[in-house]
């Protein structure tokens, strides 16, 4: 859940750049996840709550399951392939039944899921390094 955490912060640069870059907003995304527990015409703010909420459990959710199923090795490899596979659950299965979701542009949504999965990857193997339970990266 540590990596999941680490994970969230870091997962959302790609879709913050490009929202940054084409002049949109920034809090769309965050928008769009509140949907998931609250109806599309709830106060923005309402929204914004929700959606951190969503973001956060959901990132350590998956977290804690990459945690399970990626192999010590090369992990950061794996976990761009697991943050593949949760984009097609996430964008493909899931958000297409959520309009603002499905109003996201999907390239920088895969992107934050790539971003994602690298930085769990990367965190499980810092961490199993820490504790001497694999040998540590090459300098």
């Known amino acids: 859940m540590l990596a999941g955490a680490v994970a969230s912060v870091v997962s959302g640069v790609p879709s913050t750049t490009y929202h940054l870059v084409t002049g949109r907003s920034v809090l769309d995304p965050v928008r769009a996840a509140g949907t998931l527990v609250l109806p599309a015409a709830a106060p923005g703010p309402l929204l914004l709550v929700a959606g951190t909420v969503v973001h956060v459990a959901v990132s350590l959710g998956w977290g804690a399951v990459l945690g399970v199923v990626l192999p010590r090795r090369r992990s950061a490899g794996w976990g761009v392939a697991a943050g593949l596979v949760i984009a097609g659950l ?27 999965g690298a930085t769990v990857g990367a965190a499980l193997r810092c961490r199993a390094g820490w504790r001497g339970g694999a040998t540590p990266p090459r300098r």
């Open 90 to 116: 996430d964008l493909g299965v899931l958000g297409r039944r959520f309009p603002r979701i499905r109003a996201l542009e999907p390239a920088p949504q895969v992107a934050d899921h790539l971003a994602y």
